[in-house]
């Protein structure tokens, strides 16, 4: 075994994963004195950053905040080199924190957690790999992320294809050449958007498959100056706690006011100038209603029409690549000229909802009507089974034989992303109905990970078994529904609603609320003995932290906060 640590399989704290949140739980659970092992099918640290290497992958929120803020001598020690960095970068970050804190000696890498079963007597859990290795610990944290877990491509027979498969997910370690090659790239979502550009400039013949466009941005990604770094350094520790309380977790202030609040030339600049920046987080939200109104939204729906139609000359190309959702109800995309690439030669665009692709062939996909595209590499970018689906693939068996799969069927019943009733002592980071998803998952992640810290700390004083019951999460799930049902994410398919997985339920996955407020509410159940952490917990204190953050309408009581940016 990898972790050194170990003399025997018993643990106070097993965690799964070694991406950010599975890296600061370890070092959070060794700081408390437990002794802890993470475990990772990666054989490395890293997560997203580990498996996602396909060309141009890079994050969308700006380094400088993508970035962990517990600790201030990596803060003093790490230097961004880009705006938005790359996955190699992004990695070696990971990987730099992982050896600052001596944080592998803690881990076990490639192995796969396949079972995770509660024993009521022992009051532990018992964790087994697909090495048959098994581990007992009293505290479970699952780090496994939102997304983690390559969705279904259902696409048949791709098992008779000639040439070579890749997804951008388990994109392989080595430099793939497309040189001379002919390639389709399936999916046309924010892995696509940002590997497209790369690939049409090596292969000979691209076809991009689209179902459905995306809304992107351009990311205007650039070297980061010297002075922009030590600007952010002077101020960093004004920033960190500012986001703590942004809705996106973003260093962002946004106008506040409805898109009606302004002249049709002054919200044309105000779009201009956060589309000239480079900014998504701050375009989806930087007039107030633009998540919650249709007429609102359509004003920067139609400014991206535009700017598609200035770079696409085509009218027919034109409206196939813009979509007729609502603006950032799928997340938008962050590009480096990939509206500018289908004016290249060898790229063409294969609408595959007027010609979906019927099955794959030995020589490549052949569509509905008949027509097979021959090529060398199919590029599946074809995403993820979101938020559950991680989870969902580990046997996961609580009180009473309560299997979380089952249980999670209809909906994925739960306690701010966090707990779920019949799992005692287990804990899931940025779980179903955390903000994570709509945030800088940083700051959400780290807020996750020091309350689960604080959750474990009263735990061992008072030896008390960490565990919500149902009665909190259907409060909890009542006030997710009320915010959700006030925006226009409930209105279109995504990941966001599940259905991009063939038979998943229809459920809005994220929190809408907001990152501030949602920290609110965190603090005011921790302030009120843990409300809503243990089953025999008086209910209404979860109500009363709740109406502390919201009225009844689901309005935040906090300034223009009431949903995310
Ligand atoms: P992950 O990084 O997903 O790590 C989870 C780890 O758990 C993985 O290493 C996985 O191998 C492991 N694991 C899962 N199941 C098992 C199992 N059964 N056994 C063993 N190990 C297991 N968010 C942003 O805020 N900004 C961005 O710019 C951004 N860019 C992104 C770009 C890409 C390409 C992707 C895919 C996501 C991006 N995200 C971004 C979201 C991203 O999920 C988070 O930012 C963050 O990296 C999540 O960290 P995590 O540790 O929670 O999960
Ligand atoms: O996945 P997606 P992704 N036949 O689900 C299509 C984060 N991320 O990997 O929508 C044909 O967005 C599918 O079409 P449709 C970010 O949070 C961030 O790109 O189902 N097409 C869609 O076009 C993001 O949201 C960055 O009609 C099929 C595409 O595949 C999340 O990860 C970069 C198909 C999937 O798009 C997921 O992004 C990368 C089929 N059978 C990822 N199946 C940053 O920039 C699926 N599709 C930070």
């Given amino acids: 075994m990898a972790n050194s ?33 993470g475990i990772d099918v990666a054989t490395d640290v890293g997560g997203v950053w580990f498996w996602n290497k396909y060309p141009g992958a890079r994050c969308d929120v700006e380094s400088l905040e993508y970035s962990y803020s517990f600790d201030e001598g990596i803060q003093n020690d790490w230097v961004w080199t880009e705006r938005f960095a790359s996955q190699p970068e992004l990695q070696a970050y990971l990987a730099f924190v992982a050896d600052r804190l001596d944080l592998r000696r803690s881990f076990v890498f490639g192995r796969r957690v396949i079972s995770t079963v509660w024993n009521s007597t022992s009051t532990e859990w018992t964790v087994t790999d697909d090495h048959g290795q098994t581990y007992t610990a009293t505290y479970l ?14 696409i048949s027979g791709l098992e008779e294809f000639t040439g070579e498969i890749l997804h951008t997910a388990t994109w392989p370690d080595r430099e793939i050449d497309f040189t001379g090659k002919r390639v389709a790239v399936i999916g046309t979502g924010s892995s696509a958007v940002q590997a497209i550009p790369l690939i049409a400039e ?47 977790g973003i260093n962002f202030e946004p106008t506040g006011k409805p898109v009606a609040a302004f002249t049709d030339t002054e919200r044309d600049a105000l779009y201009e100038s956060v589309w000239r920046e480079g900014a998504p987080f701050k375009f989806q939200s930087i007039f107030a209603d633009l998540r919650t109104s249709a007429e609102a939204n359509a004003t920067a729906m139609d400014f991206v029409a535009r700017k598609i139609r200035e770079t696409i000359t085509d009218p027919v190309l034109a409206d196939k690549l813009t979509p007729t959702y609502p603006l950032s109800t799928r997340r938008l995309c962050l590009d480096t000229n990939y509206y500018a690439t289908y004016l290249r030669p060898n790229v063409e665009l294969v609408d595959v909802k007027e010609r979906p692709i019927a099955r794959a062939v030995p020589e490549g996909l052949e569509l509905s009507d008949g027509t097979v595209l021959e090529v060398d590499v199919i590029v599946l970018a074809t995403g993820f089974d979101a938020i559950t689906g991680a989870l969902r693939n580990i046997h996961i068996v609580g009180e009473k034989g309560r299997v979380l799969a089952n249980y999670w069927a209809d909906a994925p019943h739960n306690f701010i992303g966090l707990l779920v009733a019949g799992f005692p002592n287990m804990f899931t980071v940025t779980g179903p109905s955390s903000p994570g998803a709509l945030s800088n998952m940083v700051v959400s992640i780290e807020q996750h990970v020091d309350l689960i810290m604080l959750a474990l700390e009263h735990a ?19 006030h997710g529904e009320m915010l959700a049902n006030r925006t226009l994410f409930v209105t279109t398919d995504s990941w966001y609603v599940g259905t991009n997985v063939p038979g998943k339920p229809r459920v809005f996955l994220p929190y ?54």
Wanted: net charge neutral.
């Fill in 512 to 565: 809408a609320g907001g990152v501030g407020n949602y920290r609110r509410i965190c603090e005011g159940l921790v302030a009120r003995h843990f409300a809503g952490f243990m089953p025999e917990n008086d209910i209404s204190l979860v109500t009363e932290a709740i109406n502390d953050v919201f009225d009844a309408e689901g309005k935040s009581k906090f300034a223009h906060t009431a949903l995310p940016h």
């Fill in 460 to 478: 061992r004083k008072n030896s008390v078994v960490i565990e919500t019951s149902e009665s909190a999460q259907d409060l909890w799930a009542t």
């Fill in 141 to 154: 944290i699952m780090a496994t992320g939102i997304l983690s877990a390559p969705k279904p491509h259902g």
């Fill in 5 to 37: 640590e170990s003399t025997s399989n018993h643990y106070d704290c097993v965690v799964v994963g070694a991406g950010f949140s599975g890296l600061y739980a370890v070092y959070r659970a060794r700081q408390a004195g437990m002794r802890v092992v």
């Fill in 202 to 248: 090596q292969a000979q013949e691209l076809y991009i498959l689209q179902r459905t466009p995306s809304f992107s941005l351009p990311a205007q990604n650039r070297p980061l100056r010297p002075d922009e770094i030590a600007e952010f350094a002077q101020h960093r520790d004004e920033i960190r706690a500012r986001v703590k309380y942004k809705p996106g």
